[in-house]
């Protein structure tokens, strides 16, 4: 019905940037919400950012100023820019899409920042 495959994590230095992406297909409607999350081993699974159909954006207190999320609805695809990167922010990242009152989620990618 929804996919979602997510692509672009990998192992970077701390300070360095990684750029994820998200493409969507399926029963995709234009008025959604796309986000990313991620989670470490024993904790629960946390928002990190998120953007509605309109545009408008919200992020983690943690990733504020350094990660900005888009969206380019041509290409069902939202993104995440991850710049001056800690070691903290190591987590498998997913990608989530809240369409129709459901929630969707990708197959997760694996951020791991080495200090």
């Known amino acids: 019905q929804v996919q979602l495959v997510e692509s672009g994590g990998g192992l970077v230095q701390a300070g360095g940037s990684l750029r994820l992406s998200c493409v969507a297909s399926g029963s995709i409607f234009r008025i959604n919400i796309m986000g990313w999350y991620r989670q470490v081993p024993g904790k629960q699974r946390e928002l990190v950012a998120g953007?509605?159909?309109?545009?408008?954006?919200t992020y983690a207190d943690s990733v504020k100023g350094r990660f900005t999320i888009s969206r380019d609805d041509a290409k069902s695809t939202v993104y995440l820019q991850m710049n001056s990167l800690k070691p903290e922010d190591t987590a498998v990242y997913y990608c989530?899409?809240?369409?129709?009152?459901?929630?969707?989620w990708g197959q997760g990618t694996q951020v791991t920042v080495s200090s």
């Open positions: 989530n899409l809240f369409v129709t009152q459901r929630s969707f």
């Open positions: 953007i509605t159909s309109s545009g408008t954006t």
